[in-house]
Structure formats: structure tokens, C-alpha cells
């Protein structure tokens, strides 16, 4: 019986996991990845500062899934089925462990990538999955099957395609995507830090608060976490949830707008006013600039003494009224104009791809070409930083290659 064929476009996470489970539970399937560049894998190798950052601690489907600011509702049906749970039951299988950090990520006991990189590799060649470097896929043609084109003029046949090529940051580069009749949502930077030229706040890069509240101003979007200054603005876990949260919003501003950041989120400014003459009893004398009754860094409390006008010799007793409110002012409320975005290290995001409506959420299946499937970035599903994204690509990858398995039955 002549083998059915199942072409992977995008050699990237889940491109090859769809493609090695596919191949591992069907032997009689024939599964090639074509790869536009010359290498594989290459966000595995970067993510995480180079350790992979596998997964996230989160079991719970429902709960899970707000953590995608598109595409929830999709990964609910996809975490029922391939959750971190079978995510850690995979990988321990092949022998490798997954260990817990505080804030929920999931990183491998070897704590480099290199160790997810070799398994799925090793998997590839295990079950005969042929890869191809360099293909880039100009066009698919359907009828009765399919005709797969790549840019050196090389044409494929298949009975299967699964489109795995990763999140387009233009929308012209999804041409061959649209002839098929599907709609694309245009794809916007998702997961980036915001650019402040505020060269006082940039003296203090390195300072982390946690918590700290981050908003954006004329919306109701605001976040809470960690939050880290660089030398070029604000970063940390709190403003990557923002501007995932704000993607499509923050694309019509032109990266242009206003933050506003609490640096003490736990108080509510009735509470800080009636505490206040609390402190100025208790700590009397002191030097407001050398004592501060918060858990902020040092640096950012005399930066913010200076922003509201009040002398670092200054004592307590002597700190005026009005010194006190602005000074509650910007603990509350420091707002900062922000001027363009900086990627958050190698690791580019794109909200956007293919519309979610035209998927069948089930299988990863195009509700208009049957036989044609979408998996991980290329679909209109983004997660925040913390290994979502690549649980999106494990779940989506090992739903398509489970429907491709079960159609050549």
C-alpha cells in the first residue's frame, strides 16, 4: 500500500513535534520538514537566557489559558487534551526532567536548551523524519491533494500539509497562506519593553521592584509583577504581560503613549495618608533620603524623594505637606511618556496569523482545505512570557499530528 506523505512547513518547536509524533505513531507515514533557514529550532536555543523555558507550572486548563491575551478559548480545547502535565510525561519518557522554579517555569534539570534541542532531534532521526534546510515555501496547491512549491522551484506532492512556519511580522509574507481562501489578523509585536527617554529613571537600570503595578494610560489594561529598569526603560515580567495584553492597541498608538507605575501596589492611598503621621512620629529625626519605610531599593526612594521636591538632608518631622502628597503622588501613581519598544531578547513574538475562526479547534484542521493543518505561532494564539508559548506549540503540534494519524486510518 503506497505510504501517505506529510509535509511540515517550519522547522521550529511545533513543526518538529508535530512531525516526530506523527511519524512515531504512524509508521506507514512518510513526514519531511522543510525549513526556510539554516537551522532548526532556533527559538528552543534562545528562549529562557539559553535554558528553554519548557513549559509553566499551571495544570488547570481554565486557568491556564488566561494566560493568552488571543487565542484562549482555542487553547482550552488544546490543554484538555496535551497540558503541561503530558508536556513533563513526554519529555520524562526520553529521559529528561523538568524542574520548578518559584514563579512557575519549567526548565530542564541541565538547565540548557541544548538538552530539548538533541531529544527532538534525536526523535526526528529515530523515526525517519526526512528535514530539509533552506526550502522556503512560496505556494500550495490543492486538488485531491497537494503541490507544495518552494522558492528554488521544487515541487512536492503530499496528502497532508501542516503549516508550522512561526509568526510572520508582515502581512505580505502570509501571500501564499491568503490564495488558499484563509483570512490572516495582521501580526503586531507581542512580548517587547517600552522605551522611556527619561535619562534620570535610566541612571537607575538593574533596580527590580516586586511587586509593582504597571498601567497604560487611556485604557483599562494594567498588570502586576516584577518590574525591572534598563537602560533604555521598563522591562521585567510585569511589562512583557502588558504589552501582550495591550499588542494590538499599543500597534494603533504607534508605540507612543503614556505608563503609569505604582511602586508600592499593596497600599491604597487612604491607607498610606493614614499611616503617614505614623512615620513622621516614628521616625522623627531621621533623614527621610537614609529611612524609608517601604521595601523599595534605595536608589529608587531618593530618586522619587527628588522627582517630588523633597531635600535628601531633610528630616521626617520637617517633610511639608505638600512635599507629602507628591510624594504619595509618585509612589502611587510616577507616570512616564514611552517612545517605541525594544524586543525582549532573541525572543520575538507576533499576535496575529491565521484567523482562529477558520481552524477547527478539535483537530488544528483548515475548516476550508481539508487535509491542510496549523500548529504553534503561524495561528492567531500568543501567550505571555513564561513558557506558554512553547506549551501552545507542544499542545498544538501533538493535536495535529494525533488528527493526521487518525485520518490515515
Request: charge should be positive; include cysteine; aromatic fraction near 10%.
Amino acid at each position: 500500500m503506497k505510504k501517505k506523505k506529510l509535509i511540515v512547513i517550519g522547522g521550529g518547536a511545533a513543526g518538529f513535534f508535530c512531525a516526530v509524533n506523527a511519524a512515531k505513531n504512524n509508521p506507514q507515514l512518510e513526514v519531511t520538514i522543510l525549513e526556510k533557514t539554516h537551522r532548526l529550532l532556533s527559538k528552543v536555543s534562545v528562549s529562557g537566557g539559553g535554558r528553554c523555558n519548557v513549559t509553566h507550572a499551571c495544570f488547570d486548563p481554565d486557568d491556564m489559558s488566561k494566560q493568552y491575551p488571543r487565542g484562549g478559548r482555542m487553547m482550552k480545547h488544546l490543554l484538555h487534551t496535551f497540558g503541561p502535565t503530558e508536556t513533563i510525561q513526554w519529555f520524562q519518557q526520553r529521559g529528561i526532567e523538568l524542574v520548578t522554579e518559584p514563579d512557575g517555569r519549567m526548565f530542564p534539570t541541565t538547565n540548557t536548551s541544548k538538552t530539548i534541542v538533541d531529544c527532538l532531534l534525536r526523535e526526528a532521526e529515530k523515526y525517519q523524519v526526512s528535514v530539509v534546510l533552506r526550502k522556503e515555501v512560496v505556494e500550495i496547491e490543492w486538488k485531491e491533494g497537494f503541490l507544495v512549491t518552494t522558492s528554488d522551484g521544487h515541487r512536492q506532492q503530499a496528502d497532508f500539509v501542516c503549516v508550522a512556519s512561526g509568526g510572520y511580522p508582515k502581512l505580505e509574507q502570509f501571500k501564499w497562506l491568503q490564495e488558499l481562501g484563509h483570512h490572516i489578523e495582521a501580526p503586531v509585536p507581542s512580548l517587547f519593553t517600552f522605551n522611556i527617554p527619561d535619562e534620570d529613571l535610566r541612571r537607575l537600570m538593574g533596580i527590580s521592584v516586586n511587586p509593582a503595578g504597571i498601567a497604560l494610560e487611556g485604557s483599562r489594561l494594567k498588570e502586576e509583577g516584577p518590574l525591572l529598569i534598563t537602560h533604555w526603560g521598563i522591562s521585567g515580567p510585569a511589562a512583557l504581560r502588558l504589552s501582550a495584553f495591550a499588542a494590538r492597541k499599543l500597534a494603533d498608538m504607534h508605540y507612543t503613549g503614556t505608563l503609569k507605575i505604582n511602586w508600592i501596589p499593596s497600599y491604597h492611598e487612604t491607607a498610606l495618608r493614614e499611616q503617614w503621621p505614623q512615620w513622621r512620629k516614628q521616625f522623627g529625626g531621621q533623614k527621610v533620603a537614609a529611612r524609608s519605610p517601604f521595601t523599595l531599593p534605595t536608589r529608587l526612594w531618593q530618586y522619587l524623594l527628588g522627582k517630588a521636591g523633597v531635600a535628601a538632608d531633610k528630616s521626617w518631622a520637617d517633610v511639608s505637606s505638600a512635599e507629602q502628597n507628591r510624594l504619595i503622588q509618585l509612589l502611587l501613581n510616577t507616570t512616564y511618556s514611552f517612545k517605541g519598544k525594544t524586543t525582549f531578547k532573541e525572543e520575538f513574538v507576533t499576535c496575529g496569523g491565521i484567523a482562529l475562526n477558520e481552524i477547527h479547534p478539535q483537530t488544528m484542521e483548515s475548516k476550508m482545505v481539508p487535509g491542510l493543518f496549523f500548529c504553534g505561532e503561524v495561528v492567531d494564539v500568543d501567550g505571555v512570557t513564561g513558557g506558554f508559548n512553547f506549551q501552545h506549540a507542544w499542545a498544538s503540534g501533538w493535536t495535529v499530528a494525533q488528527a493526521i494519524v487518525n485520518k490515515c486510518q
